[in-house]
């Protein structure tokens, strides 16, 4: 009889893979097979576009078919690839034509010939345009998410009937009204003019957000410490296009948002509770397929740890990895998956247990042990990672009855001005905020002034590691960019060392 081929794309974690689905119709005793690794979802497939094609007044042929799923070796699994096995019969037998290699399929089929939206087709649309796909026909529930991949024309479908009649040219396709992105407002957890006080935190957490830094802060119950940190993501600037689309892909997989649902162009704010386990914390790995973590949905975001000591270990010591690389690997026997997790981490902590050791700690009920005990939970290993470390102490009445301070636009205004600053210095390196930048570029390329360098030598002599130096290089250059120096000088590295804490400066 005849064989035909046709582009499917199978969702796979925060990408996708493209498969072959090639039907072969041939003389014998009437019978369907798949092959190719494929699931049971996959498999049953066969009966699904047996009664869609049926039903929409097609015909079926009485004939030995083979469904082949190729790449072959690889394990296929959900409803992606129905409607393309579908497409695949009908240009088999001559029903419509064949198809060209620049279209692809993705959806579910109904019994009635119907054609329902899948999970993860943003990420299975940007892999099938970075393969070359030109055309991508989905189900009308899928059309908002699928036209946000440029240079992609996707043609929206709502059963089987309609969708002959595109392929035969007679049928633009179904008209689908675009929708608004993704509601997040920069101000969604508050605004910085509702903080009295804290003017040492404010300037803190305005470095951390110029130059992508990490930040912890140390104080006692109800000083602040969430209040700040909520209010930290409206001073980042909104997502590029390709981070959005990287992030709301991951978003949807985790199911956080709905199919249809508009780009999320805010940064994405993670605080998770303190009793999560590991593999929540940090992703998991099912049949090949990622689900992401509380760290994978930080990405591009804020990660807020509240009550850090109280987290278990391996989900402290889990992000020692990420908080270097931006990525993840997740290995289990067989299979490793990478997964994304280049987000901005605050911590929180009380001094103590209590929480009252702050200052004289008067009011401290713990014991040395305690405290010791208390603290040990956040490594150095893990906190010699986070640039900025600041101690929060409470508001005065003075404060407290004093008018708004600066709201987040204003502080976000001079955020955006140094991003803006970075980016025109490393347009020329492979990375585009200060504290991504490699300690060896650093120190070869963008050192300080004299006097800079050598009280940063000075700071090294007295026991900064090569980490610390690093990272004090990275935040003299944010302060740098907010002053709009070319060149981080002695009081930059000071203020730098002074941030990080340790008695270097």
Request: proline content about 6%.
């Amino acid at each position: 009889m005849s064989l035909a081929e046709v582009w499917g794309v199978v969702p796979a974690g925060i990408s996708g893979v493209m498969v072959k689905v090639e039907v072969d119709v041939a003389r014998g005793l009437p019978s369907v097979g798949v092959v190719g690794l494929a699931h049971t979802s996959v498999a049953e497939a066969r009966w699904r576009a047996r009664s869609a094609i049926v039903n929409s007044g097609f015909t079926w042929p009485n004939s030995r078919i083979t469904i082949g799923l190729s790449p072959a070796d690889l394990p296929k699994t959900g409803t992606s690839l129905d409607l393309p096995i579908a497409v695949g019969l009908l240009a088999a037998t001559a029903q419509i034509d064949k198809i060209t290699s620049d279209i692809s399929f993705i959806g579910e089929l109904g019994l009635d010939g119907a054609i329902k939206p899948v999970s993860g087709v943003l990420a299975a649309a940007i892999t099938a345009q970075r393969h070359g796909i030109t055309t991508f026909i989905v189900s009308t529930g899928n059309f908002r998410e699928a036209s946000e991949v440029a240079g992609l024309c996707v043609i929206a479908v709502t059963n089987m009937s309609q969708l002959v009649a595109v392929m035969r040219g007679e049928n633009p396709g179904e008209r689908v009204e675009p929708l608004p992105d993704a509601a997040h407002h920069a101000n969604a957890l508050g605004d910085f003019s509702e903080v009295r006080g804290h003017d040492v935190a404010r300037f803190a957490l305005e470095v951390a957000a110029a130059g992508g830094h990490h930040c912890s802060m140390l104080g006692e119950p109800g000083v602040g410490k969430t209040m700040l940190a909520q209010r930290f993501v409206s001073l980042l600037p909104e997502l590029s296009h390709q981070q959005a689309l990287d992030v709301t892909s991951v978003h949807a997989l985790a199911g956080r948002i709905q199919s249809g649902h508009g780009l999320m162009r805010r940064p994405p704010f993670i605080a998770p509770h303190h009793s999560i386990s590991a593999g929540a914390m940090l992703g998991s790995v099912r049949n090949g397929v990622l689900l992401p973590g509380a760290l994978t949905l930080a990405s591009e975001g804020v990660l807020f740890l509240d009550e850090a000591p109280e987290f278990d270990r391996p989900c402290l010591e889990g992000m020692r990895q990420p908080l270097e690389q931006g990525s993840l690997a997740l290995m289990r026997v067989g299979q490793t998956v990478i997964a994304p997790a280049r987000f901005q981490l605050i911590l929180a902590a009380n001094p103590c247990p209590c929480g009252q050791a702050i200052g004289r700690g008067d009011g401290c009920t713990c014991g040395a042990q305690q405290k010791r005990r208390y603290l040990q939970k956040l490594s150095g290993p893990l906190m010699d990672r986070i640039d900025i470390r600041i101690s929060l102490t409470r508001p005065t009445d003075a404060h407290l009855r004093m008018g708004a301070g600066e709201c987040s636009e204003v502080i976000s205004q001079r955020v955006r001005l140094a991003r803006d600053r970075a980016r025109v210095r490393w347009n020329e390196e492979s990375w585009d905020l200060n504290s991504h930048a490699p300690g060896s570029a650093l120190r070869a390329r963008y050192s300080p002034n004299i006097a800079g360098q050598v009280l940063l030598e000075r700071a090294e002599a007295k026991g900064l590691n090569p980490r610390g130096s690093d990272r004090v290089l990275r935040m003299a250059w944010t302060l740098a960019d907010l002053q709009a120096k070319d060149q981080p000088g002695k009081e930059h590295i000071s203020t730098a060392l002074s941030m990080r804490g340790g008695g270097f400066e």
